[in-house]
Structure formats: C-alpha cells, structure tokens
C-alpha cells in the first residue's frame, strides 16, 4: 500500500442519518483524487458531527462552519492540500464564465 | 475516536470501476456494525482486486475466492470475527425456512 498518498476521514453523525451524504462524498473525493488518496475513511460518529479530514488537517468542520461544504469547495480545499498543481477542471471554473 | 472498534479496509480494482461496489457494501457494514466498528476505509487498488479486510485479517479476496462475496455471507464473516454474539436477523436465517 503506499503509504506516500493522502488518508482523508469522514466522520458523520450516525444519528442524524448522514451516512449516505458521507458515501456520496467518499465517493467523489475518490473518483476526483482516486491518483492521490491512498483511502478514503468512513467513521460512524454522533452529537452531529461532519467533519473532513487530511491527515490530521480538518478541512471541513459542520460544526464551525455553520453548514456541509459544497461539493466544489470541499474539493478545491483537499487539491490545494494533496495535489496543489492540480486543475480540477469545472470544479475550478466559475460556472457563470 | 474509540480505538477499541474494528477498522475494515475495502480494497478496489480503479481499473475496473468496481468502486460503486465497493462504496456500497462500506454503507451497508457501516449500517449493520455502526456500533462495533471505528471506520471502514476505502482503497483504491489495481490488477482485480477487491479485498475486504478486519485489521490485518483478509475476510474476502476476490483473487482466492474467485467470485464477489454475497453481502449476507460477508456480514457473517465479519460478525464471527468483531461481534460474534450479535445475532443478524434475516441474515442469519435461510430464506427458505
């Protein structure tokens, strides 16, 4: 396994049934970085908790951030980390362009 | 984070986009072990795999098995090994019966 890739965590509240959100999120950010992540970790959690790590980077908290992150901007933050010279394509476009 | 809980490891075959598969039955394990289980990590791999492992146990490899695990077999496998007293309701029982 190489260990030179990136560990991202999910962690997501079991109670309020964010489960399928976390997957959907798993799923992107491994389709996305599926080059740069070594995983993608799901960890069943509570007290309403969707938290995003890198590491030991929290790159997304609920908690903090009042909201979940957009799929877009949750991206651009995990490449600006991993894979800084990275184009993510539409993600980094302004769709209004 | 509970460290006493099982970690599971889903390694994947990127090639042949078996992530779909693979997402899936993280979802389900996370749904059926939400209380015995710490994080279900999903890897991407190549060359066929599609390996399901508790800690460093393999429980399922497609190359030894030759086929994909039916989602009741592997639940067992994985309850005989991280809540062996759990009793799995329907799928534990024979559909015939």
Not at 25 to 52: H, K, M, N, S, Y
Request: aromatic letters at 8%.
């Amino acid at each position: 396994m190489n260990t030179s890739r990136a560990r991202i965590e999910i962690e997501y509240c079991t109670q309020c049934r964010w489960l399928l959100r976390a997957a959907w999120t798993a799923q992107e950010l491994l389709t996305t970085f599926q080059d740069e992540v070594r995983e993608v970790c799901l960890q069943p959690g509570t007290g309403g908790i969707f938290e995003v790590r890198v590491g030991e980077d929290i790159v997304w908290s609920r908690a903090q951030q009042k909201r979940f992150p957009e799929m877009k901007e949750l991206k651009q933050l995990i490449r600006d980390r991993i894979a800084p010279e990275r184009d993510l394509g539409h993600s980094d476009r302004d769709p209004l362009l």
